[in-house]
């Protein structure tokens, strides 16, 4: 493109040059010798004089008397001296001929360096130089994955971080340089790319990325902010696939196996049985099962249609009415003015022995207190523990500030234990931090 242009403009310049010395040529000689300019109007007015005569409107005699008119005024404005050549003297007033047209080259030569020179510099304000790589187009195409180095890496961070100078509120310039940036295994500034991402817009999978990122930067470990992301994401949308994911995935890595199979068992509810990230997530449950003791998971297509006409049978519905629990939360006079009408309660059972994994939850907000709660297998966390399924089990309500599950210092709350599912009426006061009743 570049060459074209070039090649335009000289051709430009080059005839420009000639029309312009031809035109410098005529007016310097007009302004230096004027007798021979008045003798060339003269001319003219001669010729029209005779294209006069020949058309037959003029006859001879008045052509002639014409013509000797016109040449005694020639004699009269002209006088013998301003037929003479221009004096050398007078070559210091001649007009000089433009650079432009005396040296077409220089401007040429000119052209061809300024043009070039100032288009590049543009580009590198204003383009994306690093499109020039040959390499990251081959990158681009997927064919080439193996070409990532870590010294294009460290360019394409560079890159980034130079465009998010002139370009602060882009938010996918944010979400690549933090994924460059993992990659590079800079976990930290990927963080805080993630974090500046997510300042232009909330997008809960960014969230969930920045996590893994933060469980990164720990060696691996999701406890503290990871886990507080997932659980908000969580709170939010508790079918958020991808939180799904990463908190089976951290339970796992934490050896917890039971929280991580009941987090993967909710996204096999989700995820249908075509998705590719379907077998993937079969994998995970079948080891967390197997690291339990647990026999294997039945295929998918045989549990789904049997289950749902099960569900809504009226044998399946009393079974529901008599294994549930109710009862109201109340909350006494003297902690009404230090909790918060925003704070969230939480009302769940759990085994007496063993897992502290709810079997069923509910969810509300300290402004709804006194709150009557019915739990049932309606409220299950998962498929494979129920409430309908248990002997016994511990009632516990707690009112959290920060509306995460993971129980936090200052939360507020009460327990009873133990409760037979079918019992009705029960009544769960909270007076002071977490407490213990038995029933």
Do not use: C
Request: proline share 6%; hydrophobic share 45%.
């Amino acid at each position: 493109m570049l060459a074209a242009v070039m090649l335009v403009l000289s051709v430009a310049i080059w005839r420009g040059s000639k029309q312009g010395a031809q035109l410098a040529a005529h007016q310097a000689d007009a302004a230096n010798n004027p007798a021979q300019a008045n003798a060339a109007v003269y001319r003219d007015q001669m010729a029209d004089l005779d294209r006069e005569f020949v058309m037959g409107n003029l006859s001879y005699e008045e052509l002639k008397a014409a013509r000797d008119e016109l040449s005694q005024r020639l004699l009269i404005d002209v006088g013998a001296e301003g037929l003479e050549s221009p004096s050398p003297s007078g070559s210091a007033d001649k007009p000089s001929t433009p650079v432009v047209w005396r040296k077409p080259w220089l401007s040429i030569g000119l052209v061809v360096f300024v043009v070039p020179v100032a288009s590049l510099l543009m580009y590198s304000v204003m383009g994306e130089p690093v499109a020039l790589d040959p390499r990251a187009l081959v990158q681009g195409t997927g064919n080439a994955s193996e070409e990532v180095t870590p010294e294009k890496l460290t360019e394409m961070a560079t890159a980034l971080t130079r465009r998010l100078q002139d370009e602060p509120n882009s938010m996918e310039g944010w979400v690549m340089l933090g994924r460059v940036q993992r990659a590079r295994g800079m976990f930290q500034e990927s963080a805080e790319a993630f974090g500046k991402a997510l300042s232009l817009s909330r997008d809960d999978n960014l969230s969930i990325e920045r996590a893994e990122v933060l469980a990164q930067k720990n060696g691996g470990s999701f406890a503290g902010e990871p886990w507080s992301i997932i659980q908000r994401v969580l709170t939010a949308d508790p079918h958020h696939l991808n939180a799904l994911f990463l908190a089976g995935s951290a339970s796992y890595a934490e050896l917890n196996f039971t929280t991580a199979l009941r987090y993967w068992e909710r996204a096999r509810e989700v995820v249908p049985a075509d998705s590719p990230d379907a077998p993937e997530l079969d994998r995970a449950i079948a080891e967390a099962r197997n690291k339990l003791g647990l026999p294997a998971i039945p295929p998918r297509a045989s549990s789904a249609a049997p289950a749902d006409v099960a569900a809504t049978s009226p044998a399946a519905k009393a079974a529901l009415a008599a294994s549930s629990i109710s009862g109201r939360v109340t909350l006494v006079k003297e902690l009404q003015g230090l909790v918060a009408p925003t704070d969230t309660v939480f009302v769940y059972a759990t085994p007496v022995t063993g897992s502290r994994m709810p079997v069923a939850i509910v969810r509300t907000t300290a402004d709804k207190l006194p709150f009557d709660f019915v739990l049932d297998d309606s409220s299950a966390m998962t498929p494979t523990a129920k409430l309908s399924t248990m002997g016994e089990v511990t009632v516990r309500v707690r009112i959290s500030k920060s509306g995460q599950a993971v129980a936090q210092a200052g939360d507020y709350g009460v327990s009873l234990t133990p409760v037979k599912p079918g019992s009705k009426g029960l009544n769960l006061m909270v007076r002071d931090t977490l407490q213990s009743t038995a029933q």
